[in-house]
């Protein structure tokens, strides 16, 4: 895995951050502030440990460094920067694209 498709993932988690928290408000469910971010490392969380995306790994592509910490970290790490990097990209999409009255969006 590279930068490129790493930055991918993190808009694919804001993306399924946006529709999840679009679908409970549909249903009635009123979100605290944080839920925005448990939905987010949830989904984080589950496409890191599936795909064993080890954040380290991609690092060690870049840098000339050999950090040889076990994949758990890795993974854990791929977390951790996914969930917060999908927060990032909500930012720069809502920037990009202000809400017009009427307009319904997923970020």
């Not at 529709?19 to 925005?36: F, N, P, R």
């Not at 448990?38 to 790994?57: C, E, N, R, T, Y």
């Not at 060690?60 to 791929?78: A, H, K, Q, R």
Request: proline share 4%; hydrophobic share 55%.
């Amino acid at each position: 895995m590279n930068v490129s498709s790493f930055l991918t993932l993190a808009i694919v988690v804001e993306v399924m951050t946006g529709i999840t928290k679009s679908v409970l408000v549909k249903l009635g469910v009123q979100l605290k502030d944080w839920v925005d971010q448990a939905i987010s490392l949830a989904f984080s969380v589950m496409l890191a440990a599936f795909g064993k995306i080890d954040f380290f790994a991609i690092i060690d592509e870049i840098l000339p460094v050999d950090f040889n910490f076990p994949i758990v970290l890795g993974i854990i790490m791929s977390a951790l920067v996914l969930s917060r990097g999908s927060n990032a990209v909500h930012d720069i999409l809502k920037r990009l694209n202000p809400p017009h009255e009427g307009q319904t969006r997923i970020w």
